[in-house]
């Protein structure tokens, strides 16, 4: 059986879509259940449901407190007999209730090589600070916001004359990689916790790459 996906939204959901396009092949582990946005004007609801995903707007200020919307999302998302819940683009900090209940059933696409840049605006500070890389992190979810067990990561060059938007689209494109190949893991039963560290059976190592080329000096 397939591992049923619960996504999270707040915006334009790209992440949510690469997710559903890798649903779509027929051997890939897993499949879209239920998407929940905390916005009605989400532009991946309309992703959603062009793809016949059951999606469900839940907006916080229609609920009591901070519980009690995390809890009517967790009752929703069992009822679409959610296994693995994955924040896209989830823009609302979640409780330590919520996070506990999904202990390691919940997932997290970051737009910086974890552990630098946790929080937002990743791609200027990464400029600010002169990194030769930068790149996008899947992390299972902990408490503390942004960190948590790695399970893929992607590094991009950060070039010459870069803006933040030239470096957000130059993530983003392996964002879309890397979410998909990070739900595959799981949902081959690859991905094995232990304490701070997240490992894969059957991972090749990476031949290394320093930037600037060496050679190219
Ligand atoms: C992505 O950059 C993701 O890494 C971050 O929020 C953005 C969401 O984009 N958490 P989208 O809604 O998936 O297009």
Redesign the pocket.
């Known amino acids: 059986m397939k591992l049923r996906l619960g996504v999270l939204?707040?915006?334009?959901?790209?992440?949510?879509?690469?997710l559903i396009d890798a649903c779509r092949d027929p051997d890939f582990p897993a499949e879209v259940a239920l998407v929940i946005s905390n916005k009605a004007d989400?532009?991946?609801l309309a992703r959603a449901t062009a793809a016949g995903i059951p999606s469900l707007v839940l907006k916080p200020k229609d609920f009591a407190d901070k519980p009690a919307h995390e809890a009517a999302m967790t009752a929703a998302l069992e009822q679409a007999g959610v296994g693995l819940v994955c924040?896209?683009?989830?823009?609302r900090l979640l409780t330590g209730g919520f996070v506990a209940h999904w202990h390691d059933r919940l997932i997290?696409?970051?737009?910086s090589l974890l552990p630098s840049f946790p929080g937002i605006d990743t791609h200027a500070r990464a400029l600010a600070a002169g990194v030769r890389f930068h790149g996008?992190t899947v992390h299972y979810v902990r408490e503390v916001m942004d960190e948590g067990p790695i399970i893929v990561q992607a590094a991009v060059p950060v070039l010459t004359g870069d803006t933040p938007d030239d470096l957000?689209a130059r993530?983003?494109v392996q964002?879309h990689q890397a979410y998909p190949l990070a739900v595959r893991l799981i949902g081959e039963g690859r991905v094995r916790v232990e304490g701070a560290v997240a490992h894969i059976e059957g991972a090749a190592l990476p031949a290394p790459v320093i930037c600037p080329v060496a050679s190219s000096l």
Do not use: K
């Open positions: 939204i707040s915006g334009r959901g790209s992440n949510l879509q690469a989400a532009g991946g924040l896209a683009g989830f823009m997290n696409i970051h737009p996008c957000a993530v983003l964002e």
